[in-house]
T-cell receptor
């Protein structure tokens, strides 16, 4: 079983829809949670960074963390065709190397 | 502009050859990382370095080697021992290895065995 599970999609939605992307994880030591957006053939870019449980909002993006359920979500409001990309969740904990553990990514397509 | 530069963007390797992927950063970050990305598998950690002249194996280090002689540079060599090297390789850096801060990524190198 992978440490981080993420539905690969593809997820296709019409422009303006609310998108929900999710990851589950098994390692209770994870405390720092990130969402990266990756366009085709490009490096990932950081979208959201959260610590522990709770919500964080940044413009059209909201990140939620539920540590009791080991479940994190990214919501995109008023989705745009430019949001079409692969979304990767990533997380880390208080281990020596502090390297990120990634989900496999969800491919999102927003149809105009 | 500060950032991470990976080169080349595309690389072709013949069977039995070693190839080296370049990663340079001007962010003054201590920690650097190499990840491999395959379709449907996300990013897997190959090697990481927390400080100059030090590096550690990640989850899939077999068939790869690295060096960290300078703070800004962390080259990755894909050796002939790596049996399935075709993949997208990503280099990342972080300000301090012991801090749980975000990692910044380069634009990647796509390696293909021909």
């Amino acid at each position: 079983q992978k440490e981080v599970e993420q539905d690969p999609g593809p997820l296709s939605v019409p422009e303006g829809a609310i998108v929900s992307l999710n990851c589950t994880y098994s390692n209770s030591a994870f405390q720092y949670f990130m969402w990266y957006r990756q366009y085709s053939r490009k490096g990932p870019e950081l979208l959201m960074y959260t610590y522990s449980s709770g919500n964080k909002e940044d413009g059209r993006f909201t990140a939620q963390v539920d540590k009791s359920s080991k479940y994190i979500s990214l919501f995109i409001r008023d989705s745009q065709p430019s949001d079409s990309a692969t979304y990767l969740c990533a997380m880390s904990g208080d281990t020596g190397r502090r390297a990120l553990t990634f989900g496999s990514g969800t491919r999102l397509q927003v149809q105009p | 502009d500060g950032g991470i530069t990976q080169s080349p963007k595309y690389l072709f390797r013949k069977e039995g050859q070693n190839v080296t992927l370049s990663c340079e950063q001007n962010l003054n970050h201590d920690a650097m990382y190499w990840y491999r990305q395959d379709p449907g598998q996300g990013l897997r950690l190959i090697y990481y370095s927390q400080i100059v002249n030090d590096f550690q194996k990640g989850d899939i280090a077999e068939g790869y080697s690295v060096s960290r002689e300078k703070k800004e540079s962390f080259p990755l060599t894909v050796t002939s021992a790596q049996k399935n090297p075709t993949a997208f390789y990503l280099c990342a850096s972080k300000e301090r290895a012991v801090m749980n801060t975000e990692a910044f990524f380069g634009q990647g190198t796509r390696l293909t065995v021909v």
